[in-house]
Nanobody, 119 residues
Framework: QVQLVESGGGLVQAGGSLRLSCAAS????????MGWYRQAPGKERELVAA???????NYADSVKGRFTISRDNAKNTVYLQMNSLKPEDTAVYYC?????????????WGQGTQVTVSS
């Protein structure tokens, strides 16, 4: 059983900052890619940022220069530092990882954490 537990969401004013954390636990032996997705009401889930085990990153154009993704491989934890937040960043943010459990690589998802940015 693999679990992703997120924390750090909340309500913030435009221009403010939040830091999301996500820790993977359970019978997971290796993690390749970790990332954050978000889904706003009435919209499809979209990639926000991702990072490989080697530290390579990619970002959605809408968050480049404002968000920073990082990870601690020893703790199986990924972080998302969100600065200069805008009302359009309001969404449920989901943690994702591609991990090895047993002999199978699977995609795992967190339960989601709400981020609300007020104008």
């Amino acid at each position: 059983q693999v679990q992703l537990v997120e924390s750090g969401g909340g309500l913030v004013q435009a221009g403010g900052s939040l830091r999301l954390s996500c820790a993977a636990s359970g019978s997971i032996f290796s993690i390749n890619r970790m990332g954050w997705y978000r889904q706003a009401p009435g919209k499809e889930r979209e990639l926000v940022a991702a990072i490989t085990s080697g530290g390579s990153t990619n970002y959605a154009d809408s968050v480049k220069g404002r968000f920073t993704i990082s990870r601690d491989n020893a703790k199986n934890t990924v972080y998302l530092q969100m600065n200069s937040l805008k009302p359009e960043d309001t969404a449920v943010y989901y943690c994702h990882c591609n991990g090895l459990s047993g002999y199978v690589w699977n995609n795992y998802w967190g339960q989601g954490t709400q981020v609300t940015v007020s104008s």
